[in-house]
C-alpha cells in the first residue's frame, strides 16, 4: 500500500497535480510544454471527452481518426517531467483507492513535440529532429533505483572527456528512446542526440549579464560525436521523458521543429505552420 504522503490523491479521486481520474487518461499521449498548445492539438481530434486546466497541466482527452488521445501540457523543464510521468504512471498503474499496484500493467505510448535549437549545420531551422538518446544534465535519474539499467555509461564517459565537464555540474546522463516508437514516428525525420539542459539561458550557453563558465562548451558540445551520431539540438525535457519511461516500462519519444539555429545565430519566431504540421505528422503515427 502507498502512503497519502508518497503519493496525493484529491478529494474527488484524482491525482493530485494533473487532476485526473484513470478513465480520462488514453493509452496514446501527445504532450508539450505550453499549455496553449494543447487545443491546437484537440482541434484536430473528431470529438472531445473533456478538457482540464490544473495549473499549467492542461489536459484534453478525445479521439482522431479512431484513435483515443491524451493532448497534456507538462511546463518547462525535466522537474515537471518528474510530476506528470509519476502521475501518469500512477493513474494506469495504481488503483488509487486501494493505493496498491494493479496485477496487470498498462502501458503508455508518449509523443512530446515542441521547439527546439538546432546545434548543427544539418538541421537549420524548420526541420523536424527525433531524439534517438537524450541527455540529461539534471541527475533526475540517478535519484530512482536502477537508473545503471537505462543509462548508457560509455556514451556517459566519452562525452564527459571530450568536453571537460565540469565536475561540480550534475552527472551527465545518457538514455535512448523507445526504437520501434523512433522508427514509426521519426522515419522522414532527423535523428541525433538532444540536450535537455537545466535550463534555457546559462545551461544552452547563453548569456545576458551574467558570464558563463565555459564559454567554449557549445563548441565542444557540437564537435562531439558517438556511432555516427551528433548532438543535434537543445531543448529542455526528453532526457527526463525517456529516462523515467525506461524504468517505468512505457514507450516514449520526443520530436522537435528547429525554430533556433545555434549553429548561424538565427531564430524564427513564426513557426506555427510548421508546428501544426508537427501536430499532424505525429497524430497520424503514434
Request: proline share 4%; glycine share 8%; hydrophobic share 35%.
Amino acid at each position: 500500500m502507498i502512503p497519502p504522503d508518497q503519493l496525493p490523491v484529491n478529494a474527488d479521486g484524482s491525482i493530485f497535480h494533473l487532476h485526473l481520474t484513470p478513465e480520462q487518461l488514453a493509452d496514446k499521449v501527445v504532450m508539450m510544454g505550453d499549455p496553449e498548445r494543447v487545443p491546437a492539438v484537440a482541434a484536430y481530434f473528431d470529438n472531445i471527452e473533456f478538457d482540464r486546466q490544473s495549473r499549467e497541466f492542461r489536459t484534453i482527452t478525445g479521439t482522431y481518426k479512431g484513435k483515443r488521445i491524451t493532448a497534456l501540457s507538462h511546463g518547462i523543464g525535466c522537474d515537471n517531467i518528474d510530476i506528470v510521468m509519476t502521475e501518469l504512471d500512477a493513474l494506469a498503474n495504481i488503483d488509487l483507492q486501494t493505493r496498491e499496484v494493479k496485477k496487470d500493467f498498462r502501458q503508455l505510448t508518449l509523443v512530446r513535440i515542441g521547439t527546439s535549437g538546432g546545434l548543427q549545420p544539418f538541421c537549420p531551422i524548420g526541420t523536424y529532429v527525433v531524439s534517438e538518446i537524450s541527455m540529461g544534465m539534471d541527475g533526475l535519474i540517478f535519484f530512482y533505483d536502477k537508473s545503471e539499467d537505462i543509462a548508457d555509461e560509455e556514451l556517459s564517459r566519452q562525452f564527459m572527456e571530450h568536453t571537460q565537464w565540469n565536475s561540480l555540474l550534475a552527472k551527465p546522463y545518457f538514455v535512448h528512446s523507445d526504437g520501434e516508437l523512433t522508427d514509426r514516428i521519426g522515419y522522414d525525420m532527423i535523428k541525433g542526440i538532444t540536450i535537455s539542459a537545466s535550463g534555457f539561458y546559462g545551461p544552452q550557453g547563453r548569456h545576458v549579464r551574467l558570464g558563463l563558465s565555459r564559454p567554449d562548451m557549445n563548441k565542444q558540445i557540437e564537435s562531439f560525436e558517438y556511432k555516427g551520431l551528433k548532438i543535434a539540438n537543445y531543448e529542455m525535457e526528453s532526457a527526463a521523458l525517456s529516462g523515467l519511461a525506461g524504468l517505468m516500462g512505457h514507450k516514449a519519444l520526443t520530436a522537435c521543429l528547429i525554430i533556433a539555429g545555434r549553429y548561424s545565430g538565427n531564430m524564427n519566431t513564426n513557426y506555427k505552420d510548421s508546428f501544426d504540421e508537427l501536430i499532424t505528422k505525429v497524430l497520424d503515427r503514434i
